[in-house]
């Protein structure tokens, strides 16, 4: 498969004849759709989201903002605008479509964007990343010679030692219920 083939098949995956109708009636003011005449609202609001997503996600992520605000935010500004483009650009009537179809990939848009906004994050602060594996492997690096717990140097036993230090289970009465 060469290069000229995957690109072939991507364009002709996207064929620009089928997407044109679907992106005119996106972004046609007042349509007042159907579920019978704009079947592809779902998918539009989907796609719509995810790109909100990514935008926001990249923003906060370069911007270094490392607060639980942003959360919030990422929600109001996912959930809403496509819902404010659905009510008052294209006039979309609660009766017509419900509010899971007006809803539709909000969980997947929240979680892209925090996923970019944490692999951003991470990348911009290298330096914090490497301390805290430094600082993680010099508490776990005394007890990686084979001990379970309890001080370095001591070996494992396949719990013979903590099962002789525990009590047997006796048995109980069952209860009246």
Known sequence: LTLQHAVTSIVLMFSFEKIKPVVKK??????????????????ILIWFRFVLAVGYGLYVGTKLVNNAVVLIQALNLIAFIP?????????????????????????????????????????????????????????????????????????????????????PVSEQEAPEF
């Not at 996106?26 to 998918?43: I, K, V």
């Not at 970019?116 to 010679?145: C, G, H, K, R």
């Open 83 to 167: 819902t404010v483009y659905c009510k008052f650009f294209l006039g979309v009537s609660a009766e017509v479509f419900p509010m899971e179809t007006i809803f539709a990939g909000l969980p997947n848009a929240m979680a892209l964007c925090i996923l970019i906004w944490v692999y951003m994050f991470t990348a911009a602060n290298e330096e914090s990343e490497a301390q805290l594996t430094s600082l993680l492997l010099s508490a776990v690096a005394p007890n990686l010679d084979g001990s379970v717990g309890g001080e370095a140097g001591q070996a494992f036993d396949g719990g013979a030692a903590a099962s002789a230090s525990t009590p």
């Open 26 to 43: 996106a972004f046609t003011f007042n349509l007042n759709p159907t579920e019978d005449s704009f079947p592809e609202l779902p998918t």
